[in-house]
């Protein structure tokens, strides 16, 4: 029986057990079971789908498009179109369909399979998609020809706890090795640099959107943040991570990501964590601390008397409540810091040229000081984030001087620039929309 409102756009049917099995009996009860899984999900009027299959090829040479050397399989199944899907192994294989989805801009699919590849699906569904993919998993039992379809297994059974540990495994490894197997995309990895910022002492860096794997055009491809509400999976952004690190010189295992509130609480690295936190301090050795960037002010602090540093992350209402400073402040406070030896590097961000708020939202920085809003009687007025930043650091005591943002003489020095301005080097949120991507800014004492 149909259901009357059927989610799932595609269909995605893993035939490896199918391809390999030489019984003929086998075979049949195997597609009997796909074919009534199908039927109690769409009737006759099954979605485009895809046939998956690992190490055996399905078809050869020009029979691409065919399923001849599978009569079984009656097409009149797959009337509304089909696609086989074949790779040396299943994280492969989902990734190409992923790319399809992307392109076609679907988000559901129901995936059959045998039961026993279950647990190995969670994880490749885990590492290759975000919760933006919604998967219903229908098992059957390809192993007992006695057996007809066990029962339907929804997302939420990645943690029943069922998942046998060398199944996760094992499609862990697999998936880790493709995805580090990918060529890099928009050339090579870059990395920019401050020169305040003395090499002898920190390893640090702001970087770009080149040199890393992601393949959707919005998140290509150094993307350096998972999220539920976007298409780039947490797989990808850990490879990406892993390129990062070995290219700038860190260890991605001591690595720690500040966790966005666009407020202006500081963690102070050795103390409780918080749950949220757009600044973090440190004067350990061999960790990185970094903040994200896709407009908001990814900004770097450092002591090279005291041997301290600090990463903060500074959007527009981060930067009115003070998030600088209050990183500022964290370092004189823990670690002795005179606030006239702290530098303070402003990374890419967008500009007064490309970014707005309201009339009502614009007039806290227009009380600051008028020349941080453009147009400020429009109903939107454009808005220097920078500019203010500069304010509250140099009001705080930081010495002008020892600030590096877009005002620096030497334009071939400033890093400090307009992320919406430059979409071949940077992510923005303002310019992409929601499923953006997002650059850094790291550091760490040497």
């Known amino acids: 029986m149909v259901k009357e409102t059927c989610k799932e756009e595609l269909v995605l049917i893993d035939l490896s057990d199918y391809c390999h099995r030489s019984k003929s009996s086998n075979k049949d009860k195997a597609l009997q079971n796909i074919w009534s899984i ?78 026993k590849r279950k647990k190995e699906m969670d994880v490749y569904v885990d590492q290759l998609f975000t919760d933006v993919y919604q998967f219903t998993l229908e098992c059957f039992n390809s192993q007992n020809d006695n057996e007809n379809i066990l029962h ?66 919005t998140l290509s491809s150094l993307n350096l943040f998972c999220s539920s509400k976007r298409r780039d999976p947490k797989g990808v952004v850990a490879e990406n991570l892993q390129r990062l690190g070995k290219v700038a010189g860190f260890d991605p295992q001591t690595y720690f990501p500040i966790k966005v509130d666009h407020a202006d609480k500081v963690w102070i690295m050795g ?31 450092c002591d090279p008397v005291k041997k301290a540093c600090g990463a903060a992350h500074s959007g527009w209402k981060g930067t009115l409540l003070g998030v600088s400073m209050a990183t500022v402040n964290a370092m004189i406070s823990e670690y002795g810091s005179d606030v006239n030896n702290i530098l303070v590097v402003l990374g890419p961000s967008v500009g007064p040229c490309c970014f707005t708020l309201t009339h009502e939202e614009a007039r806290a920085f227009y009380d600051l000081d008028p020349q941080c809003v453009r147009q400020f ?20 005591g ?49």
């Open 38 to 115: 199908t039927e109690k999900h769409y009737g006759t009027n099954t979605p485009f789908t895809y046939f998956m299959c690992c190490q055996d090829p399905v078809y050869e040479g020009n029979n691409s498009d065919r399923l001849s050397d599978i009569p079984e399989i009656d097409l009149d199944h797959v009337k509304n179109g089909y696609k086989i899907v074949k790779d040396t192994n299943m994280a492969a294989i989902l990734y190409t369909i992923k790319h399809e989805m992307d392109e076609l801009d679907k988000s559901t699919a129901l995936v059959i399979l045998p039961q």
């Open 377 to 396: 009687e429009s109903p939107n007025p454009y808005v220097d984030i920078r500019r203010a930043t500069r304010i509250f650091l140099e009001r705080g």
């Open 398 to 446: 930081i010495l002008p001087q020892n600030i590096q943002d877009d005002t620096s003489v030497d334009k071939s020095q400033n890093i400090t620039l307009c992320t919406s301005c430059h979409p071949d080097k940077f992510f923005s949120h303002v310019r992409d929309g929601t499923n953006f991507g997002t650059q850094i800014c790291f550091i760490s004492i040497k």
């Open 152 to 217: 339907l297994c929804g997302t939420e059974s990645k943690k029943d706890g069922l998942a046998d540990e060398d199944s996760i495994e094992l499609a862990s490894r697999i998936t880790k090795s493709y995805l580090q197997g990918l060529p890099s995309l928009k050339g090579d990895l870059v990395i920019l640099k401050s020169q305040i910022i003395p090499e002898d002492l920190f390893l640090h860096g702001f970087t770009t959107r080149c040199g890393g794997v992601s393949s959707i055009p």
């Open 271 to 301: 103390k409780p964590e918080p749950l949220y936190y757009d600044g973090i301090v440190t004067n350990q050795k061999a960790v990185t601390i970094a903040a994200p960037g896709a407009d908001c002010i990814p900004i770097l602090f």
